[in-house]
């Protein structure tokens, strides 16, 4: 199967012979070729939610607005999708579940994903796929795996956030999780899972309704601004080259840390911030970990250099110094006075990503209480 930098090159290739034959006395290029060139290369992004958790948080992410990039639902559940939110929607198995959904079962999850890989193919065929599910029920769990080796197949990076149950969802569910979580790791080049209870280590206080919002808004955040870099790539002194070598798989792990950051202090508060970017508390990221990494910083057109560079500084100085450290800055005018940081790392696997290859039912894995003891 062709990948998608054949594609891109094939496309550039078809531009300049196009150039060449219609120009061809003429020394310079056309702002109509050059034009061509750029159509040619655009990144094709997509960002795909699968079961209940996912379609939520594509919902929320379509409903902020513009994102630059095209949605997709997947769901087994047809009322769960008729109200959800994307550019396209698809109802997986029909035959298997009749749009009834998954009954919480992975597997059901998984054979009506595999009942439709032809329908999934026709819409993975993207550069980059970002994935994003709840794992340990039935959709998410059984369905994500196969989207993800159907993006990998088709050529795409593959991106893919989850969630992992509470602790007190119980043992069952913890396992379908960690069995999930192992087979996406096969197939995703970056995989980043967020136990849910870390909000309960951050507020604990809140309801279960509020917690799981927080989270979403979380997931909601980070995609959005994980498109917004990979759209805007040769903008910001970031290209497309430099994202795919951070969030490209190597080994035998994916492994990723991502952190974002606002800060609308003075250079006390601007360190403070980029410390909490690095020092990501959801994913308690070993910075010194991290050998390749991107930061992007946003403000408005008067953002000093010397805000610039006490975050590039506070950065090199939190990661380890044999790490290659790129970054860019981007001029966003909404944020007034606000600067934004984006860490981007790779180097640190998930702890949970690593206990799950040998999960068994006599050892379903660690709670993120028992990580932290």
Known sequence: MQSNDSILKSGFDNAVQQNTENNAMKKGDSDEYLSDLLNALKIRTLVVGVGGAGNNTVSRLQE??????????????????????????????KDISRGMGSGNNPEVGKESAESDTERIKQFVDADVVFLTC???????????????????????????????????????????????????????????????????????????????????????RTVRELVGLVNNCGMVNLDFADVK???????????????????????????????????????????????????????????PLSKI?????????????????????????????KTRILFLGKGPVSPYILQAENLTEDNPGKTVAEFTI
């Open 64 to 93: 902020g607005g513009h994102i630059g990039t095209n949605t997709l639902n997947v769901n087994t559940d047809a009322q769960d999708l008729y109200y959800s939110h994307s550019n396209e929607k698809l109802l997986i198995g």
């Open 134 to 220: 709840g794992l340990g029920g039935g959709t998410g769990t059984g369905a994500s795996p196969v989207i993800a080796r159907e993006a990998k197949n088709a050529g795409a990076l593959v991106v893919t956030f989850c969630t992992l149950p509470f602790a007190m969802e119980g043992q069952n569910k913890r396992i379908r999780a960690n069995t999930a979580l192992n087979e996406l790791a096969k197939y995703s080049d970056t995989l980043i899972p967020i136990p849910n209870d870390r909000i309960l280590n951050l507020v604990p206080n809140v309801s279960l309704l509020t917690g799981f919002k927080i989270m979403d808004e979380v997931l909601v």
């Open 245 to 303: 070598n951070v969030l490209r798989k190597r080994g035998k792990y994916p492994s990723g840390v991502i952190g974002i950051a606002e800060s609308i202090g003075d250079k006390t508060d601007l360190v403070k911030k980029t410390r909490l970017a690095i020092h990501n508390p959801l994913l308690e990221p070993d910075p010194k970990q991290v050998d390749n990494c991107l930061v992007s910083i946003s403000g408005n057109h008067d953002i």
């Open 309 to 337: 560079n006490n975050i590039v500084s506070t950065v090199s100085s939190e990661i380890s110094s044999n790490a290659d450290l790129k970054f860019g800055a981007m001029i966003d005018p909404s944020l007034g006075t």
